[in-house]
């Protein structure tokens, strides 16, 4: 079993409610909106992306040469129990040194880690991938969200902007 073989899925069906659900946007300007993801948080996106049935929250440009996908972690926890940046940092270096050993992906020396975030792109056969890990933090729980954005191209700084700015732009939805 190579270290890839836990990320396979089988497929599921989309609930027609769930699916309708996260398909709700608030328009913010042209450019960007504004959708719910998994019931539990909003994050800005470009106003051309929309969202396809798939066994996790995904959405795809227009032109399908973007696809961006959301997978979200929830693990109870404590007060004396916390997580930081370091944990996650811990967690996805070797993870991402595993793409590259296991996986023949080429990284792009450009490792960016934020406050609550690492992001990592990645050079695959035809097309650039960039990882965007993150946490929060409700009432009793921990939410991990790694997010991932396959772009068919070379890769750009402008997509990394933007993915960037979509990762820091989660807000937690209030009950």
Sequence with gaps: MGIFD?????????KPSEY????????????????????LYLL???SDWEVFPSDRFRMKNQSDSIQFSATNFGKSRSESDK????????????MFEKFVT????EPINEMVIGD???FQ?????HETQYYFYTYGEVPSNLIRMNFILREASSYQTSTRDKFLKIGQSVKWKVA
């Design 6 to 14: 836990k990320f396979k899925r089988t497929k599921q069906e989309t």
């Design 20 to 39: 309708k659900a996260d398909a709700s946007f608030v328009a913010k300007d042209n450019e960007w909106k504004m959708i719910l993801v998994d019931g």
């Design 44 to 46: 800005d996106v470009p």
């Design 83 to 94: 997580f930081s940046i370091n944990d996650l940092i811990n967690e996805s270096k070797p």
């Design 102 to 105: 296991e996986g023949g992906y």
């Design 116 to 118: 609550n975030f690492v």
């Design 121 to 125: 792109a990645f050079k695959v056969d």
